[in-house]
């Protein structure tokens, strides 16, 4: 349901605003004395809800409020300026819906905040199931130990469908289950409401089974992205509070998806967690009714950011938040962010480089992070090459058979007096799931949970390869060259720092005879990175090169390429027979000596042996001498 709402109700003092959309900030002069931190509530319970603000100083402040269909709204204003703000909005049940307009001013200058769409704490139990589709570690338990559903999840699914009393609501991407969609079409005959959304652009073979179950595909114009939530709502309209599930998760109703591919699910007993997916489900079906309404129906970008997004399950804080309405990718950089000491992220895929560029600050503050993705081609190539250089060997992608199907992010959970998180649902972290996609994302507050979600981490981690090799630091053999020539040290990249002999923190250097004279300098690079550290040397000799040319008669002749690697050429006169070629080092010793090959009009030599460094080459051709310089790299 989409909840549009007025201020005609409102005290005289404030009509004046309603010109303004309550959705965003409405600012009077000044409003840059009144900065404040959005309100968020920070205690619910089943007969109150506290939010609480803060702002830069001190100021007046107050909240307006209205329970959903009541259509009067309570004012609730502060007798002092406060710089710490904090009301108790009263709930009159548990599982009610409340809208709340935090505000404040410093004489006539108001800023209004965003609207909260609040839902008080439910009476359910807020009992909790996790389920993984591949086998789990359970030498890293520290409590329970997580499920493996060896390929029974659609059983899973079914049994849920079968204890449905009054209504099921199921938005899945895709579905080619054939028994899931006889157990839905057995819920109808039983008089249970079924409706069922799916992605118009997938084939979802199964729908084509439903019978008398209305049905919705997302629409599939240019408008919109793909329909890609995994979840089904069940009985949140019994008297009966415990009959209210919410399933959802990473898995599609596929026979892959169930058999083959990682993927995790969670069904969740609450009655305010599952109407608040019912209300994402009806803005998509448009409206409450038993058939879907066309012409109310929103999807992907047109969608209103309506629902709660903030629950108390059974003691465990857990936050909802919808795609593209809700701005997902944020609450992902804050999940990031929030790490402490661990950071474990398996997920299909990463494309956004915003969420790589907050791993590896992470990582550079200390944070062990290890990242497993389904393998390096679904992830950008500018992610890629942040993640191997920031993580290395802790960036991976998997060696399973099917595909690691994920979108999960675990936070410190290694340090369960923290205060782990886990982040979980359909969004992948790619930019068509922030701005076109319908998603689902949940996180979770609780420890228990997050080891449960390490446990499945840890068996995927080990079953993964790094997807980079380490650098390997190499300043390559010791050289002699001519007095005044000047030479490039290169340590390579893939490191994150480098310290060279001379101090310098350069990844090249530059080094001649400036301040030495001739003779030999040894020098020597440390580098390192997260695969440790590295060093190597290298000791350049400089000479004097005029001995060997000034006892050499001085014909010259051309080179090419030169400088060279493995071989050179000589372009000698056409009348020059030439019987020997050799080649001296700068000190005058000959360190080659052959009878030439005649390629064409040119001599081919291999040098690929000799250590670099300045050569003189000298052709022997009947009484006649001919020299050249040569240049080995």
Same mark, same amino acid.
């Given at each position: 349901?989409?909840?549009? @709402? ?5 005290? !005289? ?14 600012? @009077? ?10 309100? /968020? ?23 307006? %409020? ?20 904090? =009301? ?20 006539? &200058? ?18 909790? #199931?996790?389920?993984?589709? #591949? ?54 005959? #039983? ?5 069922? /959304? ?34 089904? !709502?069940? &009985? ?9 599930? $919410? ?159 994920? +979108? ?48 499945? @981490? ?39 720092? =480098? $310290? ?49 040319? &000034?006892?050499?008669? +001085?014909?010259?002749?051309? /080179? ?16 020059? +027979?030439?019987? @020997? ?21 040119? $001599? ?10 300045? %050569? ?9 001498? %001919? ?7």
């Amino acid at each position: 349901m989409v909840h549009r @709402f007025s201020l005609k109700t409102f005290s !005289v003092k404030f009509l004046i605003f309603s010109v303004f959309q309550i959705s965003s900030l409405a600012v @009077f002069a000044h409003q840059d004395s009144i900065n404040f931190i959005p309100a /968020i509530p920070v205690d619910i319970q089943p007969n109150f809800i506290t939010i609480e603000w803060q702002t830069s100083n001190d100021v007046f402040s107050g909240v307006y %409020y209205e329970a959903e269909g009541k259509n009067a709204w309570i004012l609730d204003v502060a007798t002092k300026p406060l710089r710490n703000h904090s =009301y108790n909005i009263p709930a009159s049940y548990p599982s009610q819906v409340i809208y709340a307009l935090p505000f404040q001013f410093v004489g006539s &200058d108001t800023l209004w905040g965003d609207t909260l769409v609040l839902m008080s704490q439910s009476a359910s139990s807020g009992k909790m #199931r996790v389920y993984f589709t #591949r086998p789990i570690d359970p030498n890293v338990a520290t409590g329970s130990q997580a499920i493996y559903l060896p390929g029974t999840a659609a059983d899973t699914v079914i049994e849920l469908i079968h204890r449905a009393k009054k209504s099921i609501d199921l938005a899945i991407y895709n579905m080619n289950i054939d028994g899931i969609a006889y157990a839905l079409n057995q819920a109808k005959v #039983r008089g249970v409401r079924v409706r069922v /959304i799916y992605d118009g652009s997938t084939t979802n073979s199964s729908i084509y089974v439903l019978q008398g179950v209305p049905i919705l595909a997302s629409p599939t114009s240019s408008s919109y992205g793909i329909m890609h939530n995994k979840f089904m !709502v069940i &009985d949140c309209d019994t008297d009966d509070p415990n009959d209210a599930i $919410l399933f959802t998760g990473s898995m599609n109703f596929t026979s892959t998806q169930v058999n083959k591919d990682a993927n995790n699910i969670l069904i969740i007993q609450d009655k305010s967690l599952a109407l608040a997916y019912r209300m994402e489900f009806e803005e998509m079906w448009g409206g409450s009714g038993s058939q879907p309404n066309l012409s109310a129906s929103r999807f992907g970008p047109f969608k209103k950011n309506n629902t709660p997004h903030y629950f108390n399950v059974g003691g465990i804080p857990i936050e909802s938040w919808f795609s593209p309405s809700d701005g997902v990718n944020s609450k992902i950089l804050a999940a990031i962010n929030s790490a402490n000491t661990s950071l474990f992220i398996p997920t299909n895929l990463i494309t956004r480089d915003d969420l790589a560029n907050a791993i590896e600050k992470r990582r550079q503050n200390g944070v062990l992070c290890r990242v497993v993705v389904d393998d390096d081609a679904s992830c950008s190539d500018q992610v890629v090459a942040t993640l191997t250089q920031a993580l290395g060997t802790n960036f991976r992608e998997t060696t399973e058979s099917g595909i690691l199907h994920h +979108k999960v992010l675990i936070a410190d959970a290694l340090q369960t007096n923290s205060n782990p998180v886990v982040l979980t649902g359909s969004h992948n972290w790619s930019n068509n799931a922030e701005i076109r996609n319908d998603e689902n994302t949940l996180i979770l507050y609780d420890a228990n949970i997050a080891n449960l979600y390490y446990q499945e @981490f840890s068996q995927r981690f080990k079953q993964s390869r790094v997807i980079a090799p380490n650098s390997i630091l190499d300043l390559g053999p010791d050289i002699s060259v001519c007095a005044g020539q000047k030479v490039i040290l290169d340590a390579g990249t893939g490191f994150f720092s =480098y $310290l060279w002999s001379n101090g310098s923190t350069a990844s090249q250097i530059i080094v001649d005879t400036s301040g030495m004279g001739l003779g030999s300098i040894t020098l020597s690079c440390t580098v390192n990175n997260v695969y440790g550290t590295q060093t190597d040397q290298i000791t350049i000799t400089f000479f004097t090169c005029t001995s060997i040319e &000034d006892n050499l008669t +001085k014909r010259q002749f051309s /080179i090419y390429p030169n400088p060279t690697r493995e071989f050179f050429k000589m372009q000698l006169p056409p009348d020059v +027979k030439p019987q @020997f070629i050799e080649v001296y080092g700068i000190q005058g010793q000959m360190v080659m000596r052959q009878t030439t090959r005649l390629v064409g009009d040119s $001599l081919e030599i291999n040098v690929s042996e000799l250590n670099a460094g300045i %050569y003189m080459v000298r052709v022997l051709a009947g009484n006649k001498v %001919y020299v050249a310089r040569l240049l080995k790299q």
